[in-house]
């Protein structure tokens, strides 16, 4: 999670500790790898964000945007997913399971699942087979999720939505403030003076952001 140690640093710093805030230009960023203590942040390392679903078949993507500062929330109305079952069958994680395939915003998905976990869920934003889905790849096999294993939670676990802290934008807004986000950030806090500065670049975001 690129923004894990970013979110860290400014969830446990107290605002009354910071007696000043620098924001440097592009050109000057570099100049903080030389100041000790200075936490980064790499788009290369992968985006954080979660994906909860409803009961209804939508999903909401809660995401972190460019800086530990900047949350961002869409709801994304999925409709029915028009599934294709297939002849096939495999085994994963110990459960025999049946082939199915999908196409989905110009990609093409093959899926397994199992009947024997009547749950039609499966990862990422997809679901709504007869069955948990164990495997899904696309055609390219540019995104694959596998699952390993299954653990049944000793309570139950409950998920709380936390609207306040997000701004609520539509999906098209969403992927523009994606393609606009730098590759980046530095962030120093040292002798209460917090510096921050974006890597210069252009950030690339993965297909999958903006499905």
Same mark, same amino acid.
């Given at each position: 999670?690129?923004?894990?140690?970013?979110?860290?640093?400014?969830?446990?710093?107290?605002?009354?500790?910071?007696?000043?805030?620098?924001?440097?230009?592009?050109?000057?960023?570099?100049?903080?790898?030389?100041?000790?203590?200075?936490?980064?942040?790499?788009?290369?390392?992968?985006?954080?964000?979660?994906?909860?679903?409803?009961?209804?078949?939508?999903?909401?993507? *809660?995401?972190?945007?460019? !800086?530990?500062?900047? &949350?961002?929330?869409? @709801? %994304?109305?999925?409709?029915?997913?028009?599934?294709?079952?297939?002849?096939?069958?495999?085994?994963?994680?110990?459960?025999?399971?049946?082939?199915?395939?999908?196409?989905?915003?110009?990609?093409?998905?093959?899926?397994?699942?199992?009947?024997?976990?009547?749950?039609?869920?499966?990862?990422?934003?997809?679901?709504?087979?007869?069955?948990?889905?164990?495997?899904?790849?696309?055609?390219?096999?540019?995104?694959?999720?596998?699952?390993?294993?299954?653990?049944?939670?000793?309570?139950?676990?409950? *998920?709380?939505?936390?609207? !306040?802290?997000?701004? &609520?934008?539509?999906? @098209? %807004?969403?992927?523009?403030?994606?393609?606009?986000?730098?590759?980046?950030?530095?962030?120093?806090?040292?002798?209460?003076?917090?510096?921050?500065?974006?890597?210069?670049?252009?950030?690339?975001?993965?297909?999958?952001?903006?499905?």
């Amino acid at each position: 999670q690129r923004d894990s140690a970013l979110s860290n640093l400014f969830g446990s710093t107290d605002p009354n500790s910071i007696k000043e805030v620098h924001v440097l230009k592009d050109d000057q960023t570099d100049s903080m790898s030389e100041m000790q203590g200075t936490i980064s942040s790499n788009a290369i390392e992968g985006e954080s964000y979660q994906i909860v679903k409803s009961k209804n078949g939508n999903s909401i993507v *809660f995401d972190y945007g460019s !800086s530990a500062l900047t &949350k961002l929330q869409y @709801e %994304d109305n999925l409709g029915k997913l028009n599934w294709q079952l297939e002849d096939g069958i495999d085994t994963i994680a110990n459960y025999a399971c049946q082939k199915a395939t999908l196409r989905f915003r110009g990609r093409n998905y093959t899926a397994w699942f199992t009947t024997d976990i009547p749950i039609n869920e499966g990862p990422w934003k997809l679901s709504g087979l007869p069955g948990l889905i164990t495997k899904l790849v696309d055609s390219e096999q540019l995104f694959s999720f596998v699952m390993i294993g299954l653990t049944q939670p000793q309570r139950l676990m409950t *998920f709380q939505i936390p609207k !306040s802290e997000y701004l &609520k934008v539509s999906r @098209e %807004d969403y992927r523009k403030q994606i393609l606009k986000r730098a590759p980046g950030m530095k962030v120093n806090f040292t002798n209460r003076i917090m510096t921050v500065g974006s890597v210069s670049g252009k950030y690339t975001p993965t297909l999958m952001e903006l499905e």
